[in-house]
Structure formats: C-alpha cells, structure tokens
C-alpha cells in the first residue's frame, strides 16, 4: 500500500534560474495535486539535518552548502503511485543520464544542482513533508 504523497524541492538554482514556474507547470500537467508549497531558504544546520542520511557521503559538504545558498520552492505532493511516479518526472540523479523529457534532463546543470529533489520512499516523504510543514499549512 502507497500513501500517494511525495515531497520535492526545486533546489536553489533553479529557483535562481526562474524556472520555478515551467517546473511546477510540468508537475502540475503530469497529475500532481499540490497539498503544501512554501519558498524558503534552508540554513546549514536545516540542509545539513534533511540530507543527514548521506552525511558519511564525499559530497555531503558540497550538498550542505548548496542547499542552503538559496531560496527553495518545498512541495508536499499528492497522485496515485507518487513517489515512484514523480521520481519517473524528474528522472536520474545526473542529468547526463535523465532521460528525455524528465524535469533533470530540461534544467538540471549538473549532477549536484540537479534542480529538483523528490523523495524515494513513501516513509521518508511522510518525514520530509513533516520536515517542512506543519499540518495547517497543507491541504488534503
Ligand atoms: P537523488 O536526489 O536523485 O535521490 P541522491 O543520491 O539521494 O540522489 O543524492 C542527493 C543529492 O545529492 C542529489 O540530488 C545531488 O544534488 C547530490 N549528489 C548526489 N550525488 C552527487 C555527487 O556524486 N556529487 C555531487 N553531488 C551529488
Ligand atoms: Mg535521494
């Protein structure tokens, strides 16, 4: 049983960028309801504790520091199958390996601004949406 909720974040340069708006256009088009959506910006110590689970990763100073270096748009997501399905939407990790017409091969620049997070289970979408907001602020 899924519970059909996801979290994604577009991450800060894309925020930078602008293509907040064509992104959550392309979630919105592939059937996504949005329950929560807030622009904020991470401090160290709040991206340093959402990505804690890589903390023993070579990259995990890097990914710190970028996450934090900007507004982000935090989304909490609803669809049937959402977590595996939004994961198909913004597509692999490097956008060299995205596949075509995925959110990662439109705008990601590279492996580590990859313009999007989505969450890769159902158990740690339930953490992450609670992570960022609190029950008032969603819907659904
Ligand atoms: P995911 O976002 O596709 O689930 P993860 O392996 O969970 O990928 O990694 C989390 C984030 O850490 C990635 O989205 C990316 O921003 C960054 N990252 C992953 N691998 C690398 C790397 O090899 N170098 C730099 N950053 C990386
Ligand atoms: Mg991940």
Known sequence: MTTNKTFTMIKP??????????????????GFKINGMK?????KERAGAFYEVHKERPFYGELVAYMSSGPIVAMALEKENAVADFRKLIGATDPSEAAD????????????EN????SDSDENAAIEIAFHFAAGELVG
Request: avoid cysteine.
């Open 13 to 30: 340069e894309a925020v930078a960028a602008g293509h907040s708006g064509k992104i959550i256009d392309m979630i919105i088009a592939a």
């Open 39 to 43: 622009l904020t910006q991470l401090s």
């Open 101 to 112: 017409g995925t959110i990662r091969k439109k705008f990601a620049k590279s492996k580590a």
């Open 115 to 118: 313009a999007v997070h989505g």
